[in-house]
């Protein structure tokens, strides 16, 4: 036993370049580290805490605030490889967006609108790596940048307005399917857009991200795709004023 010891303490004081084959130190890739990537813990908690209309149970969520951290640096210390899937890394950045507004708001609940924290998408507070981003980054600089525009419908800004938080995680599997039903779900909902035969009142985000929705066409041809009744192309369109109050269950 004592050879043995000796024998190693010799080796770990020599330089890696002289070291046997078989006793090399094999470096852990990104890839090996996504094995232990699980949406289920974010799955769990939206479950637990998030209606089918999309509002918080804030409260409920402070509680489970620790198994929330441990999911966030879970996904912070796994970041995107680049030979990831374009559905793997859009799942995980809709996730990490998610679940980081939801800590945001907890880690200044009570509040009565996300509006009410200072640049509240500028705040470089998401591990990520070895280094902190903020949702704006997310957002702006990944997620817009993959053109799709249903991401919009996906990310949630904690606000009534807002598309709502779905109560349940993105997969990888079921992706497409989940973005479409966001898409047709935020469309179609009239507390959301008014839309009749002949005046279109439609959510603000059509207005800010327009430029989004009509990389293919135009944004009423966008939303053809996704109305229970198609609109014409010539429709007068307004946008409907915002409402940033908090999406809490009351």
């Known amino acids: 036993m004592l050879r043995i010891s000796t024998l190693l303490l010799f080796l770990l004081l020599q330089p890696a370049s002289l070291w046997p084959d078989s006793v090399a130190i094999v470096p852990i890739t990104n890839e090996q580290n996504c094995a232990s990537l699980d949406h289920n813990i974010w799955d769990r908690l939206l479950n637990s805490f998030v209606d089918d209309n999309g509002n918080v149970n804030y409260i409920g969520f402070k509680k489970e605030s620790g198994t929330l951290n441990r999911y966030l640096e879970q996904l912070g210390s796994n970041t995107v490889n680049e030979d990831w899937s374009r559905e793997k890394k859009l799942t995980y950045y809709i996730n990490l967006y998610n679940a980081a507004t939801v800590k945001l708001i907890l880690d200044n609940y009570p509040l009565a609108s996300i509006t009410d924290i200072p640049k509240p998408w500028d705040k470089k507070c998401i591990k990520y790596g070895g280094e902190l981003i903020s949702l704006g980054e997310i957002e702006h600089k990944i ?8 991401i919009h419908f996906a990310i949630n800004c904690a606000s009534f307005s807002c598309p709502k938080l779905l109560n349940a995680a993105y997969t990888e599997d079921k992706l497409d399917k989940q973005l479409d039903m966001a ?5 179609n909902d009239p507390s959301r857009n008014i839309i009749s035969e002949n005046k279109v009142q439609l959510s603000r985000i059509f207005k800010w991200y327009k430029k989004d929705f ?14 229970k009744s198609s609109i014409s192309p010539d429709t007068k369109i307004e946008y409907i004023k915002y409402n940033w109050s908090l999406n809490e269950i009351k």
């Not at 997620?143 to 249903?150: A, C, G, Y």
């Not at 898409?183 to 469309?187: L, S």
């Not at 009509?214 to 966008?222: A, F, P, Q, W």
């Open 143 to 150: 997620l817009r940048k993959m053109n799709e525009p249903r």
């Open 183 to 187: 898409a047709k779900d935020f469309i």
């Open 214 to 227: 009509e990389k293919n066409g135009s944004l009423i041809s966008y939303l053809n795709q996704y109305l």
